[in-house]
């Protein structure tokens, strides 16, 4: 591409105009544009679909003991790969109604935490966006300071914010509102706390970048057209930050799903989740294909219903 | 079997710099929290290496990279069933004896019972041992149970009647299917080591019953709990107990921990001193093990976490405060009736761990 | 006729120290197309802005129909407003779009239908009712803006450069349209424009305005004959302007005698009355009012070509007389010509009718 930044100032419309393009311009180019294009591609390709290559390989053997602790699901035979593998591991998690329940409750919390934290984050991001250009990059680094901590200290951090003796019994029980600690760790409340606490940058920041490129007149477009502000938010505002919408709730939910730090730390581990579920099957079972299954049944639960969604003329336009 | 507190000590020591080319170095995976201050810098100083010390808070983290190889470590300290299995999936080389003279020191009873998990000692030594008895706020349990309570028993835990009237003051058990269900069967009268599947379901029906009690599962989290009177009892493993104890003590919160061997009886363990195969520097890690064994040094680590040690020679140097409780080093009579973990199949495995989710879920 | 559908007396506007709009009084007659004219940062858009109700004056009052507006939501106003970047919502239709007001009514769905059917047959959009607006041309975009502010039947149509976004040839054409339009619905449309030309070409009456106030307000004709200041003559076409000090009156009504510099001793027409002698003026002359002639007997004064410029329809020379001023003439091509009758460094003589020059005071 130094040959696009060498051209003088202009803009990727005039270059089909440009009469003195010559055809190697044109290749070289285009050989250009496929790299910027291919370079997400080789990223998602070693930083996914190998490791995902890899991870389906290993739920194809069976439990082994030793060093890999799994099978292979190719032989070399002659220099011939040969598959010895099986799909048991996944005709296995029909089998135990533990393996839906679990991700049903694991979607069941996902989608319930992904929920408040776009009711949280998207007043948080419509009054970041509307605030004054200075106040906003503040507020954009408070929302993502967070973030630069580990979220175990922060998940810590919360702990004693929650506990018995902790910051907001005491505050409760010092104001006189209480006269009895609140028992808040481990319970339901702590993890949806806790997740909505931990993943809210992830839905604040793509909120926030569609709706400051929310053009105002719009919004006064709507007011002149007899619209109160809540038909204006509700027919122009919302429609329009729904690509930020959709963003920030799959960067919420998918990790939301695997999550088991968090309701293992914060919960009483009264309903069985995913997360728990597959690293039980990869620890205590030492069972790596089982496990290896569960992460890709996981994985394929996940993403089939996103790619459909994907299709749909919501996101398109 | 540490677990960990103190998330930032693992970074910082895992963030410890990278040694010169030609200094002899040595990397070492231990249980956080689980060795004296000053162990390792001793260690330097005497060799003239350089230490990476790197830490862990469940035997299933050590496990998972073991198995996965190239662990690039020297030494590492699996519990005793833990190791058995290891050793069996030939992750250990067998120890070089003649490396090791303090061995000499070792009490050959402790010694004998390790090597259960490993004839003849051949692939590791004693590093700690302990127990995984019951942690308790001493003043609440007699505030709410009155002065009879049954401190010395696993009723305090097994028995619904008991479990329910401390369930509002906090119950936790410890979230190690493997421990938690042979102790429950042992409540029961049934063989703690048994592999009969019967066995489990029934001591799976007795942790659900008291399941609506249990406020949570967990094997850390209750330290801190215990220490700042957040819970009352919990299923716990000694040292941490006695942490959760003298953190209290330092707090100055008024909060009483005590820990008990239940009078029917209790599971040993011991966590062990192993040298990979594939570990990159072999003599070193020999001469590690060596140091470990020196009586002032496992009296020190014994003095600073509070676990006993396996050390015959060291016991004159440790803290009498610590040699003459009961719950570290216990009476003969508690001894005969401490039984060691057994180690399971993969089948069994999957049954223990599959009823251990039914107990905690109700699925 | 009836009270003024806007009234605007002594509106003030600042933002922080900076007075936007500067103390503006007005009348605008329903069925005007009345536009506000003036040099970007001059207050048109906030005027505008201030009778949608975006904005509310800092002190004075604003009357739409009879009713002070103080505190009337942009919602509840008579009046719609066409956003000069348009402001089409990119999610709806173009039929979406301009039903969008008459939803806000309450209006039933099959009245809204016809009424969006009956709006973009005004605008000649019917066939791409169901487009998204990205998908339409710059001008079809305009069009849809300006159905979709119609469709409430506004009393005032507010327009905030409707016409900046396209270019020359279709503004020309859109502007002819807009007029129609105009005529069709009967509206009063308040058409803001920094373009003199487009102003002279839409407005029944037009507002030139500078740094938040009016300079003048009047018909195109009267602004373009009559100037009152220098500022209005300068800006509304192109003008030469001499400096000279009145002599007494002319030879007849209305006319006052002037010595200028430039040209000596000139007659020219006052509009109102003739300022007393030695008052200094400025001798204002339309270009193309001022007679070209090679024949150096001819009447008038003396002058010699330094420039000349083609284009197309007419010809704009620079001139300089006598005594070294510049004077910009224009004559119009009427001819195909071959060769020009004037050139670079011709002597010629300039000639202009007393009447056709205006005394400016100021
Ligand atoms: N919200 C605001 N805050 C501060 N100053 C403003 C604001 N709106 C307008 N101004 C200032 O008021 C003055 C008049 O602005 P206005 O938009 O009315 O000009 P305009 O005549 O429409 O110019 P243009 O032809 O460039 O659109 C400008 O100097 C502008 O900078
Ligand atoms: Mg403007």
């Known amino acids: 591409m130094a040959h696009a930044a060498a051209r003088p100032k202009g803009s990727v419309s005039d270059v089909r105009e440009h009469p003195s393009m010559t055809m190697r311009d044109r290749i070289s180019g285009a050989l250009g ?125 919360l702990m004693g914010m929650l506990r018995q003796g902790g910051f907001i019994n005491s505050a409760l029980m010092g104001l006189g509102i209480t006269d009895a600690p609140i028992q808040m760790m481990q319970t339901d409340f702590a993890v949806y706390l806790t997740i909505v606490f931990t993943y809210l940058p992830l839905m604040v920041l793509p909120l926030y970048s569609t709706l400051e490129k929310l053009d105002g007149s719009l919004l006064e477009a709507a007011a002149d057209l007899g619209a109160n502000s809540f038909q204006t938010f509700w027919t122009v505002t919302l429609p329009l930050s729904l690509p930020g919408i959709l963003a920030g709730c799959l960067l919420v939910f998918i990790p939301a799903v695997g999550e088991f730090v968090i309701p293992d730390l914060m919960g009483a581990q009264d309903s069985p989740m995913i997360g728990n579920v597959l690293w039980g099957e990869f620890t205590r079972n030492r069972d790596w294909p089982v496990a290896s299954a569960v992460a890709i049944a996981m994985l394929a639960l996940l993403v089939i219903p996103f790619m459909l969604l994907r299709n749909t003329s919501a996101l398109r336009d | 079997m540490k677990t960990t507190v103190t998330m930032t000590a693992a970074i910082l020591v895992a963030a410890t710099g990278v040694a010169s080319a030609q200094e002899r170095v040595l990397n070492v995976y231990n249980w956080s929290d689980y060795i004296a201050e000053d162990t390792i810098a001793k260690f330097e100083e005497q060799f003239g290496v350089k230490v990476n010390y790197d830490v862990y808070d469940s035997n299933e983290v050590l496990e998972a990279r073991l198995f996965a190889g190239n662990t690039g470590f020297d ?61 308790y706020n001493a003043g609440k349990i007699a505030e709410i149970l009155g ?31 493997t421990e938690m269900l042979p102790a429950a069967m042992n409540y029961l009268g049934l063989d703690p080591r048994s592999t009969d599947r019967a066995d489990f379901e029934a001591g799976a029906e007795l942790l659900e019953s008291v399941r609506p009690h249990i406020r949570y599962f967990h094997s850390s989290q209750y330290i801190t709990d215990l220490a700042n009177g957040d819970t009352c009892v919990a299923v716990g493993w000694s040292g941490d107990v006695f942490q959760a104890q003298a953190r209290a003590a330092e707090a100055e919160n008024g909060v009483e921990i005590a820990y008990v061997i239940p009078k029917e009886g209790a599971l040993q363990w011991f966590d062990m001193m192993a040298i990979p195969v594939d570990a990159p520097n072999p003599d070193l890690a020999h001469e590690f093990i060596n140091f470990v064994m020196d009586a002032q040094i496992t009296a020190d680590i014994t003095n600073y976490v509070w676990y006993a040690n396996a050390n015959a020679a060291s016991m004159p140097l440790v803290d009498p405060e610590i040699t003459s409780d009961p719950g570290i080093f216990p009476t003969e009579e508690a001894k005969a009736r401490l039984w060691g973990a057994e180690v399971y199949d993969s089948r069994t495995d999957r049954i223990v761990n599959r009823l251990w989710t039914q107990v905690k879920t109700g699925q | 006729m009836t009270a003024p559908i806007i009234r605007l007396r002594n509106v003030v506007k600042t933002f922080g120290d900076f007075t936007a709009v500067d103390d503006l009084s007005l009348d605008i007659d329903a069925g005007e197309l009345f536009c506000l004219l003036g040099g970007s940062g001059s207050g048109k858009s906030t005027l505008l802005r201030m009778l949608a109700g975006f904005e509310s004056p800092d002190s004075g009052t604003i009357e739409i129909d009879g009713k002070d507006m103080r505190g009337v939501d942009p919602a509840d106003r008579p009046v719609n407003m066409m956003f000069q970047s348009y402001a089409l919502f990119p999610h709806m239709t173009v039929a979406e779009n301009v039903g969008y007001g008459l939803r806000r009514m309450g209006l039933a769905k099959a009245e809204v239908a016809t009424q969006v059917a009956e709006m973009l047959r005004l605008v000649k959009l019917e066939a791409l009712a169901q487009r998204k607006p990205h998908q339409l041309s710059g001008g079809q975009r305009q069009r849809v803006a300006l159905a979709r502010a119609l469709a409430r039947k506004p009393k005032v149509l507010l327009l905030d450069e409707p016409l900046s976004a396209l270019d020359k040839k279709l503004r020309e054409d859109t502007q002819f349209e807009l007029m129609n339009i105009f005529d069709a619905t009967g509206t009063t449309f308040i058409v803001v424009t920094h373009d003199q030309e487009e102003a002279m070409v839409l407005a029944t009456r037009i507002a030139v305005m500078d740094a938040g106030k009016f300079v003048q307000v009047d018909t ?134 007393p009447e056709a020059a205006l005394v400016l005071r100021q």
């Open chain 1, 33 to 157: 544009r496929r790299l910027v294009i291919g370079t997400p591609f080789l990223w998602l390709l070693i930083f996914f679909l190998v490791p995902f290559g890899i991870v389906f390989l290993v739920s194809l053997g069976a439990p082994e003991f030793g060093v890999p602790p799994y099978s292979p699901a190719f032989e070399w035979d002659g220099g011939v790969p040969r598959f010895v593998g099986s799909f048991d591991n996944y005709i296995f998690l029909t089998e135990d109604d533990l393996y839906w329940i679990a991700y049903l409750g694991s979607v069941k919390i996902a989608l319930g935490a992904t929920l408040l934290c776009l009711l949280v984050a998207y007043p948080m991001a419509y009054m970041i966006a509307r605030a004054e250009p200075g106040m906003r990059n503040i507020l954009l680094m408070l929302v993502i300071l967070p973030f630069w901590t580990s979220s175990l200290l922060r998940i810590y951090a």
């Open chain 2, 147 to 177: 002065q009879d309570a049954p401190t010395d028993s696993w009723s305090l835990v097994f028995d619904p009647e008991i479990v329910s009237q401390l369930a509002e003051c906090g119950v936790s058990l410890l979230d190690a299917p």
């Open chain 3, 220 to 353: 195109p004709r009267q602004l373009y004959e009559f100037p009152k200041t220098r500022f209005v003559a300068d800006f509304i076409g192109n003008i030469n302007l001499l400096e000279a000090t009145v002599t007494g009156p002319g030879r007849s009504e209305g006319l006052a005698a002037l010595h200028c510099e430039a040209l000596g001793a000139v007659e020219a027409a006052c509009d109102g009355e003739v300022p007393p002698a030695g008052a200094h003026v400025w001798l204002a002359v339309r270009p193309e009012k001022i007679a070209l002639s090679t024949d150096t007997a001819a009447p008038g004064y003396d002058a010699v070509v330094d420039d000349l410029g083609y284009r197309g329809g007419d010809t704009q020379y620079r001139l300089r007389t006598a005594s070294g001023a510049a004077l910009k003439v224009t004559k119009p091509n009427t001819e195909r010509q071959g060769q020009r009758p004037v050139d670079w460094d011709t002597p010629v003589r300039i000639a202009f009718a």
């Open chain 2, 75 to 135: 030494v590492v300290v699996p519990t005793s069933d833990f190791l058995r299995r290891q050793i069996g999936a030939g992750i250990y080389q067998p120890l070089d004896k003649s490396k090791l003279p303090n061995l000499a020191n070792m009490d050959a009873g402790l010694m004998a019972n390790a090597a259960a998990y490993d004839a003849d000692n051949t692939h590791a030594v004693v590093y700690m041992w302990g127990t995984t008895g019951i942690g």
